[in-house]
């Protein structure tokens, strides 16, 4: 399968890069998850937004939801011929966001697997201020597995959620000194889970507009000596 970052920021965009939204592909099934600001216009670059199979959110805030309204005009609006899949949870009234003309909500519940096309998908309630879902993503056919924390403050329940996943892609949004927040997590902190976990990759995301990256960078490397780590990038493509 082949991971493609189209936008890593936290909170809002900056410096020409959107915030969250990545595209999974596995044998020409397209699989968004989540839809952040600056999401469509990136996607372009990728792939026809018409040739999605489906997208899912990880929860509600605007950083990852952004570009849902423009997706659902595209659907509409641009040969109106397919009905797009959103996958989401119930626990916030923007779940109704989700329906559109040319959109339908699909609801999951968190709690057991489900499968959208070619993965498995299991999920792990996160600690943020409104209810998140991380996501472990397996490709049923080869058992490669991606890891997505999506925002949360650092959570032991982490470790196995993604022992020995191919890639771990982790919320970063926060410096060194600032461990233990109930909303994201440090580099300290995600380097810890992926030693622990014994990933193959740690990417950081989520981060933060502002500040040194190399720090952040040099940081998890220090806390997760033995795993390939390196910073979210636009466009960057990992077949896994």
């Not at 509600?60 to 959103?86: N, S, T």
């Not at 996160?126 to 209810?131: D, G």
């Not at 020995?164 to 810890?192: I, S």
Request: net charge negative.
């Amino acid at each position: 399968m082949k991971l493609t970052i189209l936008g890593f920021m936290g909170g809002y965009p900056a410096d020409g890069v959107g915030t969250t939204a990545y595209l999974l592909e596995s044998h020409g099934f397209h699989l968004l998850m989540d839809v952040g600001s600056g999401a469509v216009l990136a996607l372009e670059k990728h792939l026809d937004p018409k040739k999605l199979d489906a997208l899912i959110l990880t929860h509600y805030h605007p950083d990852h939801i952004a570009d849902m309204g423009v997706l659902q005009h595209i659907f509409q609006l641009k040969e109106p011929d397919k009905v797009l899949p959103i996958y989401g949870h119930t626990e916030s009234p923007l779940h109704q966001l989700r329906d559109h003309t040319f959109t339908k909500g699909i609801d999951y519940e968190g709690n057991e697997p489900i499968t959208i096309g070619p993965f498995r998908i299991s999920f792990l309630k996160t600690a943020h201020p409104v209810p998140c879902y991380a996501l472990a993503i397996t490709e049923e056919e080869t058992g490669k597995k991606l890891v997505f924390t999506a925002d949360s403050g650092y959570l032991e329940a982490f470790i196995p959620f993604s022992k020995n996943a191919d890639v771990l892609l982790a919320d970063t949004n926060f410096f060194r000194g600032q461990e233990g927040h109930k909303v994201h997590m440090t580099p300290l902190e995600v380097g810890k889970i992926a030693e622990a976990a014994n990933v193959q990759k740690l990417i950081l995301t989520h981060l933060p507009p502002g500040g040194n990256w190399s720090q952040i960078l040099e940081d998890a490397q220090a806390s997760a000596p033995h795993i390939s780590v390196q910073l979210a990038e636009k466009d960057l493509q990992i077949i896994i």
